[in-house]
Structures are given as C-alpha cells and as structure tokens.
T-cell receptor, first 112, second 113 residues
Framework: GQQLNQSPQSMFIQEGEDVSMNCTSS?????WLWYKQDPGEGPVLLIA?????ELTSNGRLTAQFGITRKDSFLNISASIPSDVGIYFC????????????FGKGTLLTVNP | EAGVTQFPSHSVIEKGQTVTLRCDPI?????LYWYRRVMGKEIKFLLH????????ESGMPNNRFLAERTGGTYSTLKVQPAELEDSGVYFC???????????FGEGSWLTVV
C-alpha cells in the first residue's frame, strides 16, 4: 500500500526557533494535508494543499505541495511553547479514493 | 456546532472480551471514517461510510472488526473478540463531502490486557 515517510521523527527546539518537517512518498497524491495532535486530542487540520507547487500559509505555519506531487513540507516560524505536539502529514490520492494515508508523525517539543 | 464525538474516551478490557466504540459525526456530514493508530505506528484508515453504506472497508484488519452505521447517523465499531494487538487509539472522522475537510474526533483509547 501507499506509505508516507515523515521526518524527523522528533525535534527538541528552543522557543523562538524555526522548525521544518517533511514528508515524501513513492506515490503521487492529489491532496496534501498537515494535522497537529495535542495530547489527549484528535488530529486538527492545520493546512490543506490541493495543487502541485502550491505554497500556503496559516499564521506562523507555511506548507508546500511538492511539484512532483510526491512530497510536502511544513515550516513553523518563531516557535512558541503551545506548538508542542505531534504533527502529521497526510495524503489523499483522489479519484474515487478518499481515504487519507498518514505519516508516522513528528513529535515537537519546544523548550521555553 | 458540536464536533465529532466519540465514546468511550478510554477503555481497558481483557483479551477475548468485546468492546463497542461509538462515533457521532458532525451533524449533516454524510461521510464518516474510522482510523486507528497503534502505538508507534502511523494513523491507518479502517473504513469509510457514505450515509449508511460502506464505501470502502479495505483497511479493516480482520473479521473481528465490525462497523455499522444504521440510519446514516452515528456509527459503531465493534471488536469481538479483542486481542492484545488491537490496543491503540481509534479515531472517527467526518466530512460533508468526500473531498471536503475531514474533522477528527478525540479518539477512543483502547487497551487490551
């Protein structure tokens, strides 16, 4: 089946630093999504990307849909303590296939 | 507007017992999904309902898992009999359209001992 390779697996940074994480796949996806999961909560959608090459921002978050449609990255600028959590990338093939394929997640810890 | 709600939030059962998880999607959302995250692994798709019909159940692990959505409203996921490897977080999600934004519930944390 389809797989997403998400890296890094975990990050430990200081408050104020920028952070970057990415996902790659051997398969093409028509949609890339980035979710954040806080402890004890479900994943919450941060950014959705629908077009190859698309660069989208949401506050301090910026994500890009790779031109090959096989990768995406998420950047967080000027991190703050509440950025702590697990970040997941997810891809959707489209057509009649609406299920999401998730990466294993990036655990982000921000040291105040 | 209420989000996707799941019950129970946590469940600890013995191997061989039965557990039923319930999901109430966002009102008006025809599409309902079940996903699962086993410890240390990625979140994996289980199945997709459109109203009361199973659109895609390709992710269901085996026949110990049974999902229903009678009447096209809430859904249940039954595990019978539960095995140790079934432990994990079971997420329900819903969307208004198949290509629309998918909203996740907080998850039902299942521990099989």
């Amino acid at each position: 089946g389809q797989q997403l390779n998400q890296s890094p697996q975990s990050m430990f940074i200081q408050e104020g630093e920028d952070v970057s994480m990415n996902c790659t796949s051997s398969s093409i996806f028509n949609t890339w999504l980035w979710y954040k999961q806080d402890p004890g909560e479900g994943p919450v959608l941060l950014i959705a990307l629908y077009k190859a090459g698309e660069l989208t921002s949401n506050g301090r978050l910026t994500a890009q849909f790779g031109i090959t449609r096989k990768d995406s990255f998420l950047n967080i600028s000027a991190s703050i303590p509440s950025d702590v959590g697990i970040y997941f990338c997810a891809g959707r093939s489209g057509g009649s296939n609406y299920k999401l394929t998730f990466g294993k997640g990036t655990l982000l810890t921000v040291n105040p | 507007e209420a989000g996707v709600t799941q019950f129970p939030s946590h469940s600890v059962i013995e191997k061989g017992q039965t557990v039923t998880l319930r999901c109430d999607p966002i009102s008006g959302h025809d599409n309902l999904y079940w996903y699962r995250r086993v410890m240390g692994k990625e979140i994996k798709f289980l199945l997709h309902f459109v109203k009361e019909s199973k659109q895609d159940e390709s992710g269901m692990p085996n026949n110990r898992f049974l999902a229903e959505r009678t009447g096209g409203t809430y859904s249940t996921l039954k595990v019978q009999p539960a095995e140790l490897e079934d432990s994990g977080v079971y997420f329900c999600a819903s969307s208004q359209q198949e290509e629309g934004t998918i909203y996740f519930g907080e998850g039902s944390w299942l521990t099989v001992v």
